[in-house]
């Protein structure tokens, strides 16, 4: 046999193996055809027609939509830009107009790239088999999965013209910020429909769709651009511009629409009021059912809570010396602290503005709900209205600031300190709230009993469980920011709690009511004794530890108490006007205390106050000044903030005090220099 | 011709004999392909019609593939005649049927809440409307519509709702403009509100009073015998006023308090019943109306010493009754 046969044989041997072999192919193929169609999904008809699902939406108290959850609204190919169409075809498939839904040149290389180059990654989907993807198929990648998906695009492709598909692609693909579809894209983006898209708006937006996080212009202006340098190319390589138009377009500057700064998609706020709406009619029809929401909302005082956070963040970094250790080459993770602030409508309950922590992107907990902080002397007003009340004592009631210790029933003897570790011995209350004593706090708590402080704290709106020991009167049950500011807007309105609440109506797609919030408030404390503590809390921060709200600006009638936890884990402002109530919490999320370069503690009055003082300085802005009520059974007078008597012309720094009726204050008949000779004299009060 | 013998060698075949042309045959059916000797043999192979048939119809199936993509038509066209009978399943028709699920159940609660408003608004007595109200399931009705319902009762229970002069001055001043009424409890509770649905006034109705105010509606169109507490004790007129008369000038108030409310009905009195029920140290009376063909109840309530009092009135003079009726009986 000659050389020559020997080959021939081989090569008839081969013929023949790979006859086999593809009619093996062929066989299985088949198979493997009929398996996958057997349960591929059904494709609607119309086609369009299911991508319409109506959104929910979400509106501001004035009527400024919020957000959209959910829901496409479909728009035909002649409403939209040719450039956005040229954009789209050339940088995602060419071929589109040709092919009968799959590119096979570009399907085989990319198959050879994915047989014999290991871990190279070539796509080759095109339009029709994206749309394909997006709509019945999950991003799991298996053989099978993109097998079936190329299925559905061949289905597809004959079933509806190019037209009809480009269509329902262009309306379905996700384009970044929550939009899907470029209707909604346009007018996200650059606040016009879409047929008004401009070249270079068009090559920006059909760029996001490869990945509209890390292309999103709002974070990554410069890699937006440059994604967008690739589609104009893209569109000069297909013929469709020239380079010069491409490059023109490659130089505009883009006028990207401002989003909502306030509650744009996944707000701290928008996070409530989605997970409250789900909880009541369930996730389906939130996300499906084409709500329509209005919230309590108010755009404007929530962009400047958000602006005051991040303010007094920046300010308490550089106290703490976090500015240093960022530009610093230590290279270690700098944790930085968090904060929460919550503003609510004090004669309704409304919640107007909510911010739960420095940066939604980076954490979604919200601080302002969920994160229950000891609330430390920020929860001493509900002592003192319990102490006014149970008590017969009144502003002017002298006790002595001394070390107190008050021993407990089965466990260690408590002895509280004084913020300073100093005692300065007699004092008003009014004078002792101001000063926030907790020795006097002590003796209070100690008469009152924990539980009647705890009956007062819920009767005010505090909904968290609150531990019945003596050290609860001073903040040592765990309690939200939102919490917070609506128990103090109890105060606000002179003993009348109204629910807190962030919906005011809810409507379906037809705008049937579905639920009305109705403004209803009970009287939960007395209106004389609330206004005794709410005039001890205005001495707060007219002269006590809040006194730097007044020295930042904040001159309004208004009320508030300082908190500050052992250890400054947590600092606390929370204050209000006769219409505003405010909580701002700051502190680090877990196991870390707020102390300065110089080793010194962060208080409520350092940490908290400015950001509340910057907010409610913007908040208040333009109103006119509004006193609190006063009960007609209150009356006023000057004491002498140490012995409590009536103030005369020579009585030092006297302190204007609310007095009920019945309620005496006494002349000092002793004389000033008995007086400063000894403090036995003081009429001090015990129980 | 040549052919091969088992050692491949080559034999001229003589044509002439009968027996070799039978071998041909037999081996020719079993022949062996041979290596073609020259390039004309090789040639001659290669571009046989046969060959080059095969070739042409793979290469036209390809190319009109390449072309027409018939292949991706063919089966496009297959799944498009089956895709009625495949699964509406996949990301988009599970977001098409949570949308039919959510159109649904938005329904469900808008269809029970205006059957809760359609049925609280048709409603003619005040009864009528509390009774429609389900738990959960407020009713929203204009200030006019429940003023109306508050002039159908009576006005001692009206003044227990609320005081008329309030409603008044509510109604005077164009701010109470809807009223939001809910159960509470066993109760009902109203809310009076201004266009920002903040509440103007809270009432509140317990269920006993409900109950009652029930009873006297109902009372109002009836007879004593529909109120149960009455059957027992139904007097004529005549009789009770009779009673009435027999007892002290300045316990008379004390069993019939508005006794102006009776003289303003149209009608005139022909029955009374006095409950079998004290309440909170009243014990209530009805006086049955007659006004042409129509009866009707009006309920007031008397003290309940007053009321015995009067009970033992009547009660004698039915034993006095009874006692002459039995002696006449005796002497006929």
């Known amino acids: 046999m000659t050389h020559t046969a020997i080959i021939i044989r081989i090569l008839r041997i081969v013929f023949y193996v790979a006859l086999a072999l593809t009619s093996f192919a062929a066989l299985a193929g088949i198979g493997i055809f009929f398996v996958a169609v057997k349960d591929l999904p059904r494709v609607p008809e119309p086609l369009i027609r299911i991508i319409e699902t109506p959104p929910t939406e979400i509106y501001a108290a004035t009527g400024e939509k919020i957000m959209v959850i959910g829901g496409r609204e479909s728009i035909s190919l002649s409403r939209v830009s040719q450039h956005f169409i040229q954009a789209v075809v050339a940088t995602e498939d060419h071929r589109f107009w040709d092919h009968h839904g799959i590119n096979k040149v570009r399907t085989l290389k990319a198959f050879w790239i994915t047989l014999f180059k290991p871990g190279k990654v070539q796509g080759a989907s095109t339009i029709t088999q994206q749309l394909s993807k997006n709509l019945f198929f999950s991003f799991k990648r298996t053989y099978m999965r993109k097998f079936r998906e190329l299925l559905v695009a061949l289905q597809i492709e004959s079933q509806y013209s190019k037209r009809e598909i480009l269509e329902a692609y262009i309306n379905h693909i996700p384009i970044g910020v929550g939009a899907h579809g470029i209707e909604q894209g346009a007018r996200t983006f650059f606040g016009k429909p879409a047929f008004e898209l401009t070249l270079a708006e068009s090559a920006l937006l059909a760029g996001l769709p490869k990945s509209p996080t890390r292309y999103n212009p709002y974070l990554y202006y410069d890699r937006a651009k440059k994604r967008q340098r690739v589609v104009l190319l893209r569109m000069m390589a297909v013929g469709y511009i020239t380079k010069a138009i491409a490059d023109n377009a490659s130089q505009t500057e883009l006028n990207l629409r401002p989003l909502p700064a306030g509650a744009r998609t996944g707000s701290y706020f928008l996070d409530i009021v989605v997970k409250s709406l789900e909880e009541r009619y369930g996730p389906e029809v939130v996300h499906h059912g084409g709500l329509k929401i209005t919230t309590t909302l108010d755009p404007q005082l929530q962009s400047w809570a958000i602006e005051s956070m991040q303010k007094g963040l920046t300010e308490l970094e550089k106290m703490l010396g976090i500015y240093k250790q960022s530009n610093g080459s230590s290279g270690e993770t700098v944790t930085h602290p968090q904060g929460a602030l919550v503003a609510v409508e004090t004669n309704s309950g409304a919640i107007k503005a909510l911010v739960g922590g420095r940066n939604y992107s980076e954490t979604e907990y919200n601080r302002a709900v969920q994160n229950k902080r000891l609330p430390g002397s920020g929860f001493k007003p509900f002592l003192y209205y319990t102490a006014l009340e149970k008590l017969g004592i009144n502003p002017a009631t002298v006790f002595i600031d001394q070390a107190v210790t008050i021993p407990v029933i089965g466990a260690e003897d408590w002895s509280p300190r004084n913020f300073g570790l100093k005692h300065e011995g007699p004092m008003v209350l009014k004078r002792a709230l101001m000063k926030s004593v907790n020795s006097i706090a002590a003796q209070l708590v100690e008469n009152t009993g924990p539980e009647e402080v705890i009956r007062t704290a819920h009767r005010c709106g505090i909904k968290s469980h609150l531990e019945p020991v003596y050290s609860v009167a001073m903040g040592t049950s765990g309690v939200s920011p939102l919490e917070m500011a609506s128990s103090f807007a109890t105060f606000a309105t002179g003993g009348v709690r109204h629910e807190t609440f962030w919906i005011s109506r809810v409507e379906d797609a037809l705008g049937r009511v579905l639920e009305e919030h109705i403004v209803s408030g009970g009287r939960s404390l007395d209106a004389s004794f609330v206004y005794q503590v709410v005039d001890m809390m205005r001495g707060v921060l007219d002269e006590g530890t809040g006194s730097i709200v007044r020295r930042l600006g904040f001159d309004l009638p208004a009320a508030g108490k300082t908190g500050t936890t052992d250890g400054y884990y947590d600092a606390w402002f929370t204050g209000f006007t006769p219409t505003l109530s405010t909580s701002v919490w700051v502190g680090y999320d877990r196991g870390e205390g707020l102390w300065d370069t110089r080793g010194m503690g962060i208080t409520g009055g350092h940490g908290a106050a400015p950001i509340w003082a910057d907010f409610m300085i913007k908040a208040t802005d333009g109103e006119p000044p509004r006193e609190f009520a006063i009960p007609s059974v209150i009356r006023f007078e000057k004491i002498d903030p140490i012995t409590g008597y009536k103030a005369n012309d020579s009585t030092l720094n006297p302190l204007r005090i609310a007095l009920r009726e019945g309620q005496k204050v006494y002349e000092n008949i002793l004389g000033d220099e008995e007086l400063n000779g000894s403090t036995n004299v003081v009429p001090s009060w015990s129980p | ?332």
């Open chain 2, 1 to 332: 011709m040549w052919t091969r013998d088992e050692d491949h060698k080559l034999y001229k075949i003589e044509w002439n004999s009968l027996e070799i042309k039978r071998n041909l045959c037999v081996n020719f059916s079993m022949m062996d392909w041979y290596e073609p000797r020259d390039f004309k043999e090789w040639a001659k192979r290669l571009f046989a019609i046969r060959h080059l048939v095969l070739i042409l119809f793979i290469l036209s199936v390809f190319i009109s593939e390449l072309r027409f993509d018939w292949l991706e038509q063919a089966l496009g066209s297959y799944l498009v005649t089956t895709n009625s009978n495949r699964p509406e399943s996949g990301a988009i028709w599970e977001i098409g049927h949570r949308t039919i699920t959510a159109r649904q159940t938005l329904d469900q609660i808008v269809t029970d809440r205006q059957f809760s408003q359609r049925e609280a608004r048709g409603a003619t007595t005040f009864t009528q409307m509390a009774l429609n109200i389900l738990p959960n399931q407020g009713v929203m009705l204009s200030s006019e519509h429940f003023r109306k319902l508050y002039l159908t009762l009576p006005q001692t229970i009206a003044h227990k709702i609320a005081s008329p002069f309030e409603i008044l001055r509510l109604f005077s001043d164009g701010s109470w403009v809807r009223t939001y009424l809910e159960k509470a409890g066993d109760g009902l509770k109203i809310y009076l509100l201004n266009t920002n649905n903040r509440v103007l006034r809270e009432l509140k109705i317990p269920l006993n009073l409900i109950q009652y105010i029930e009873r006297v509606e109902m009372a109002l169109t009836g007879t004593l015998e529909d109120l149960p507490t009455f059957k027992n004790r139904i007097y004529s007129a005549d009789r009770f006023f009779a009673a009435l008369e027999s007892l002290p000038e300045e316990d008379l108030r004390s069993v019939v308090s508005q006794p102006e409310m009776l003289l303003s009905m149209p009608g005139h009195i022909v029955r009374v019943g006095i409950s079998d029920e004290a309440v909170s140290g009243f014990i209530e009376l009805g006086f049955e109306i007659e006004d042409g063909t129509k009866r009707k109840v009006i309920l007031l309530k008397g003290r309940e010493w007053a009321v015995w009092m009067l009970r033992s009135c009547l009660e004698e003079k039915e034993l006095e009754l009874n006692t002459t009726s039995d002696s006449q009986s005796n002497w006929m």
